[in-house]
C-alpha cells in the first residue's frame, strides 16, 4: 500500500460510515460527514495506510455475491475461490450419481464458511437428491463466524458446522454416522497451502493481518493436503466418494499430481484453471 488508500476503497469506507451502498456515495459527492463520521473516516484511512485489509476494517467480504461476516480469525475470502463452488454444485446437480440418492457434501477448512454456504445458495431450489452439508475447521472461532454467515444468508438449517482436524469427526462418527442409507460424498478443500518460502514474501497485508494456521503448510505447502489424503483413503472404505475437489497454488501442480499418484495411483486427477488462467484446482475422482 502507497501512502494513498485508492479511491473505491475511500468510497467503500465511506459507505461503510453512512451505511450507505458504494452506489449512494457515488450518486451524492455533496455529502458531508458529522465530525464523528469524520474521525471515524480517518481512523479507518489510517488502519488501511498501516496495511490492515479492509475487510477487516469494515468486517465484512462479498463471495459470491453473498455477504460475509470476516474476522481476524478467518481468512478473507478470494475470488478464484469462488471456481469451487461453481464446480461443486455442477457435480451435484449433474454427477453421475443416481437422482434420490442421499450426497454428503463436506467443506474442509471452512473458515467463515464461504464455500459451503455458497454452494447451499447455489443449489437452494433442489436437485432432486437429499442433500446434507457440512463445515469443518480447527478453528472455534472461524466455526462461531462460520455459523454467523450460515445466519446470515438463511442456510442455517442446511449446513452443520463442527469443529475438527481435516476428516476426523467423520473418522470418529461424530458426524454423518446417522446415515443408514447408501450415501455418496463430495469432499471440498480450500485447506492451507502455502509454502515456507511463498508465505515468507506475501505482501504484509496477507502477512501481517491473516491467520498463518490458514496460509501456511509444511512439506513445500502440501503437508495438508497429504493428510487429507490419507484420511480419504480410509474413509473410502466406508462412503463412496464421488469427488474431492481442492484449491492449490499454481506451482504445485507437479508436486501436487505426484502426491496424488502416491495416494491414488488408479486415479487420473483433472486440474482447472482460475478465471485469470493459473492452474487453481484439483479434481479427484476415486
Ligand atoms: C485457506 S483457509 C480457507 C478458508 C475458507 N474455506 C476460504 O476458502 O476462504 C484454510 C482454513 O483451514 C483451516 N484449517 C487449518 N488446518 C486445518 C485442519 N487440520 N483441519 C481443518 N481445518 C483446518 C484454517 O483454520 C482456515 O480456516
Not at 460527514?33 to 484511512?45: D, I, P, S, W
Not at 434420490?100 to 447451499?120: F, Y
Not at 455418496?184 to 494456521?213: G, T
Request: hydrophobic residues 35%; charged residues 30%; aromatic residues 8%.
Amino acid at each position: 500500500m502507497k501512502n494513498i488508500v485508492p479511491l473505491s476503497e475511500k468510497q467503500l469506507i465511506l459507505a461503510h460510515i453512512l451505511k450507505k451502498s458504494r452506489e449512494y456515495v457515488l450518486a451524492h459527492p455533496e455529502i458531508r460527514l458529522t465530525k464523528k463520521q469524520e474521525e471515524k473516516r480517518k481512523k479507518y484511512e489510517k488502519r488501511r495506510l498501516n496495511h490492515e485489509p479492509l475487510a477487516y476494517i469494515l468486517g465484512h467480504k462479498e463471495f459470491y455475491g453473498l455477504d460475509f461476516k470476516v474476522t481476524p480469525d478467518t481468512l478473507i475470502p478470494r475470488p478464484e475461490t469462488e471456481l469451487i463452488v461453481e464446480l461443486t454444485a455442477w457435480n451435484i446437480k449433474h454427477g453421475t450419481h443416481s437422482k434420490g440418492e442421499r450426497i454428503i457434501v463436506v467443506d474442509v477448512g471452512t473458515g467463515s464458511g464461504n464455500i459451503i454456504i455458497s454452494i447451499a445458495h447455489n443449489i437452494k431450489h433442489g436437485t432432486g437428491n437429499k442433500l446434507k452439508l457440512y463445515g469443518i475447521d480447527t478453528s472455534a472461532k472461524a466455526i462461531q463466524v462460520a455459523r454467523f454467515n450460515s445466519k446470515l444468508n438463511n442456510s442455517e438449517n442446511k449446513i452443520e458446522f463442527v469443529k475438527g482436524n481435516l476428516l476426523e469427526p467423520i473418522m470418529k462418527n461424530e458426524i454423518c454416522s446417522m446415515f443408514h442409507d447408501p450415501c455418496s460424498m463430495i469432499i471440498v478443500a480450500n485447506l492451507p497451502y502455502l509454502s515456507q518460502k511463498i508465505y515468507a514474501s506475501a505482501m504484509p497485508d496477507v502477512k501481517n493481518f491473516e491467520p498463518k494456521s490458514a496460509l501456511f503448510s509444511k512439506k513445500d505447502g502440501l503437508d495438508h493436503y497429504e493428510e487429507l489424503f490419507k484420511q480419504i483413503k480410509i474413509l473410502d472404505t466406508r462412503y463412496q466418494i464421488l469427488n474431492t475437489i481442492i484449491e492449490f497454488s499454481p506451482e504445485q501442480k507437479p508436486a501436487l499430481s505426484k502426491l496424488i499418484k502416491k495416494y491414488f495411483s488408479a486415479v487420473k486427477p483433472k486440474f482447472k484453471k482460475d478465471l485469470a488462467g493459473k492452474w487453481r484446482l484439483a479434481v479427484i475422482t476415486t
